[in-house]
């Protein structure tokens, strides 16, 4: 991996990186804030997951986070949202799939399936790149997210139990399967085959018996993309509430989908997670 | 004014507005964060002059500022930074001269003497407009800014006796009749008459007997444009010990000229003019 662009911000570095994934078989960027204690000592770790059209930059720039890690000394991951490039499979005229939209799912059909593995990249080869490069604690680490990457950190560790300390959420999509921007996605990067689908969706996840220690979602009242159904937090809450799945839907009066709805509630997430990552 | 756009953030407001400006003959666009306190009461108001490309929207999603607000319950005053529109003059090709670059200063000099009076529009149209329409408790407002805002805040300040109750900056140019930037914007806008430059420069300002109760400005010490020579702390450090002007520069080792380095203190900036605007 490759140090591009090194900024300090609240005592620590936020630096940026270019690597070759073999994941995804192309050069991807990222980011990693690490706190003044990264000096001295290793350092746990939040992998946060951007939504629809974000890059590694714009949580990076934009969501206040930087101040609390340095707080708590935990470092932050921002992978990119797809795999990127001239050679990689897209559809420009559309936000919702193709570079940008990558769904955090692998994908088992062409032209996605080449490049698209996110699921793997933001899980496996990335954790063990930044762990083998960087002063971080091995295997401490927990995942948070914005709505595709919202549901990005829900299915990484409802699908890979132990692996996460802790889990949270902004404004998730939380049943893709039965959501426009989801069943676009899926139908493209999965094709039609209903328990593939299933197995990267979060509801269906905790309803075939998959379970977390708990999980923190916030969650805008007046988010546009509840209102259109894209989220649909009530199927999230009923499927734990039936499996006896611990979770907490904060409903925020007012608030909207945006950065500043994060930068709002920032603060507890990262006091949520520097419980489990001590 | 009219507003155009309401996001709510840390349980207050941040709008955007849109009016006819009588200082600069055009639409001008601004914001204002106005915090969960201005529910119930009136407010007091810190003016946030952005840097050269800047427009409102900058500080106001990068800059962690409405936490702070939000906490002490202060509104913020995002202005522009230049007159805009198609009938306004420009330079397109340059970012430090022209739209985007007004200076804060009230230009003699044709093409941008029509439009390009900012200083009155800063100081006086915008307070006077805000006050009659918004919570804001007249009168009771302090200043910050970065770069070319942060010189704007202290020529504000200093030009303006008693009219603002504190001033800081992030990254302030403090004396641009003898940087790059500065020759090039006063050049423009203000001709080639000596004193006019000086009254618009704050290290002139001082040394021709202005004072302000304290001043208090960070500066990167990585910041590239202090190395470049645009900013020149020490000139006004020099000025503010002649003559007696309190003031106090922190230099923040490793820091760049970015809004990482102003999210990084924005805090103590709130904090500093909280206890002014009481």
Not at 82 to 107: I, K, T, W
Not at 133 to 146: A, C, D, E
Not at 237 to 257: E, F, V
Request: glycine share 10%; proline share 6%; net charge negative.
């Amino acid at each position: 991996m490759k140090e591009i662009e090194s900024v300090k911000e609240s005592d620590g570095y936020l630096n940026r990186y270019q690597h070759l994934s073999s994941c995804c078989d192309c050069e991807m960027t990222f980011s990693v804030y690490l706190p003044p204690q990264a000096r001295d000592t290793k350092v746990p770790v939040l992998y946060w997951l951007s939504g629809l059209t974000c890059s590694d930059d714009n949580a990076r720039t934009k969501g206040g986070f930087q101040r609390f890690a340095a707080k708590h000394g935990i470092a932050i991951v921002f992978p990119d949202t797809s795999p990127r490039g001239d050679n990689v499979a897209d559809e420009p005229e559309r936000y919702d799939l193709g570079q940008g939209a990558g769904f955090y799912v692998n994908s088992t059909q062409d032209p996605w399936r080449p490049h698209y593995q996110m699921f793997d990249y933001v899980t496996a080869e990335l954790p063990a790149l930044l762990e083998a490069n960087l002063p971080l604690i091995p295997g401490l680490k927990s995942v948070s997210g914005h709505s595709m990457g919202g549901h990005g950190a829900l299915i990484c560790a409802l699908k890979l139990p132990g692996e996460y300390r802790s889990v949270s959420a902004f404004a998730p999509i939380t049943n893709p399967i039965n959501c426009g921007w989801g069943k676009g996605c899926f139908g493209a990067y999965l094709g039609d085959h209903e328990a593939v689908w299933e197995a990267y969706d979060a509801s269906c996840l905790v309803e075939g018996g998959a379970r977390v220690g708990d999980i923190l979602i916030d969650q805008g009242e007046a988010d546009e993309f509840l209102h259109e159904g894209q989220l649909l937090p009530d199927n999230f809450q009923a499927a734990c509430d039936a499996a006896g799945q611990s979770l907490r839907i904060r409903m925020q009066p007012g608030y909207d989908h945006s950065y500043h709805f994060i930068a709002s509630f920032i603060e507890d997430h990262f006091d949520y997670h520097a419980r489990f990552l001590k």
